[in-house]
Nanobody, 117 residues
């Protein structure tokens, strides 16, 4: 069974940085499409960044140039480096996994990111 555990959220001032981590078990991130989504109160859950198993990345327009998704195969962990944070980045951030070998997909429990002065 695939399990995803996020960490690294918290409160940060506008312009600050955070790095989110998603530790995976039950699958290898190197053969899994991994993504970060976010959901603000009263809004739908939207894609923030995606990293395919072949290394291809995709970003939401609102985070391009500020956020970077990456992975460490040895640690089986995916990261989201968030720089120049804005109040509108405030949301619960969820890790998502879609293994190349399976039609199933999986979600983490989410981690809160709050950008406020």
């Amino acid at each position: 069974q695939v399990r995803l555990v996020e960490s690294g959220g918290g409160l940060v001032q506008p312009g600050g940085s955070l790095r989110l981590s998603c530790a995976a078990s039950g699958t290898m991130v190197s053969i899994t499409a991994m993504g970060w989504y976010r959901q603000a109160p009263g809004k739908q859950r939207d894609l923030v960044a995606r990293l395919s198993s072949d290394g291809t990345t995709n970003y939401a327009d609102s985070v391009k140039g500020r956020f970077t998704i990456s992975r460490d195969d040895a640690k089986n962990t995916v990261y989201l480096q968030m720089n120049s944070l804005k109040p509108e980045d405030t949301a619960v951030y969820y890790c998502h996994a879609c293994p190349d070998y399976s039609p199933s997909n999986y979600w983490g429990q989410g981690t809160q990111v709050t950008v406020s002065s």
